[in-house]
């Protein structure tokens, strides 16, 4: 179009033939040319320029600097979609990265830990001068360490495969009372020697599921709330099933925790009582969490500091 008002007035059109007409056609062609070159340009520039910011985004994130943020204030409200889910994925990317992170110093400080305490124990051994007494406190510091190792890495083992699990396989109908009765048997050398009263109100429940598995929710359970209770405490344990599912509730008078503890209990490697590190690895709740959360069921817990705690197990009737 501009190109032939051009060549109208380059060979004299308007001029050598008096055609008055034609003259208000070239100006609307060169006022159409400019205005289109204009609104290209402005149009070009608007949807270019989020572009490149995404662009450049992108090349920061494959360097691995997840600390990138895109404006969501564009007037298109397409572009400004786009912005707040590559928004919501770097800070996912984030997240995954400081637990990534996180996973490994805790790994290797868990690891670290006993196996140092066996290599000291082991070179106080060697000494030819100590006492029989000397001798099987050594030992036993060796044997709990040892064991302390294999409980991590058999947990580790366990949660490992459970992230990477969505079905739950191997299932066969069973009574779930029974088995958290088992559970207490299993646990007795724990709250025996507590001289702990146990309240026990357990329906006899068909639960379809994996026995294992399920095995490990109450085993953990239950072993919390023993080590958190004090001597001459009371832990309550109730089975009741419905209509609408089953619900499972283990509570204690023990120490409770704060608030800020609560958030993070189902955390991997997270320890709230730092005076008794030494008595877990901090993979029992999440690897309790996870097992719910495979068999479509849910956990709660309600705990105040030195009021107690209250966990309660919810699973979908088959």
């Known amino acids: 179009m501009a190109t032939l008002a051009f060549i109208f007035i380059r060979q004299g059109y308007i001029s050598s033939h008096g055609n008055k007409h034609l003259f208000p056609i070239v100006i609307i062609m060169l006022f159409s040319l400019v205005t289109g070159t204009i609104i290209t340009m402005f149009v ?4 270019l320029s989020p572009i490149t910011g995404f662009s450049n985004a992108a090349k920061e994130i494959a360097k691995g600097n997840f600390d990138i943020y895109l404006p969501e204030s564009h007037r298109v409200r397409e572009i400004n979609e786009v912005a707040h889910h590559f928004n919501i994925m770097v800070q996912e990317l984030r997240s995954i990265e400081t637990l990534r992170n996180d996973f490994v110093v805790n790994v290797s400080h868990e690891f670290k830990t006993p196996i140092a305490a066996i290599e000291g124990y082991a070179t106080l051994l060697q000494e030819k001068n100590i006492t029989e007494q000397e001798h099987n406190e050594y030992t036993k510091m060796i044997v ?3 064991r302390q190792l294999s409980t991590l890495s058999g947990n580790i083992l366990k949660i490992s495969k ?3 699990q969505e079905v739950i396989t191997e299932k066969k109908e069973y009574r779930l009372d029974e088995q958290i009765r088992q559970s207490l048997l299993l646990l007795e050398s724990l709250w025996s ?3 702990l009263n146990l309240n026990i109100e357990l329906d006899n429940v068909l639960y379809y599921g994996n026995e294992e598995l399920m095995m490990q929710v109450w085993l953990n359970l239950l072993a919390n709330a023993i080590k958190f209770t004090d001597e001459e405490g009371e832990i309550s344990v109730s089975l009741r099933s419905d209509p609408n599912g089953i619900e499972a509730i283990i509570s204690d008078n023990g120490i409770g925790m704060t608030k800020s ?3 993070h ?6 320890q709230g009582d730092n005076a008794r590190n030494s008595e877990g690895n901090g993979l029992g709740l999440p690897l309790v969490y996870r097992i719910i959360n495979l068999c479509g069921g849910s956990i709660e817990v309600i705990s105040e500091l030195d009021q107690g705690s209250t966990f309660t197990v919810k699973l979908p009737m088959e």
């Open 261 to 263: 503890v609560r958030k």
């Open 265 to 270: 209990i189902f955390e991997k490697f997270y």
């Open 144 to 146: 709990d360490g040892a």
């Open 162 to 164: 459970l992230e990477n």
């Open 44 to 47: 070009g520039k608007r949807i």
């Open 193 to 195: 020697p507590k001289q």
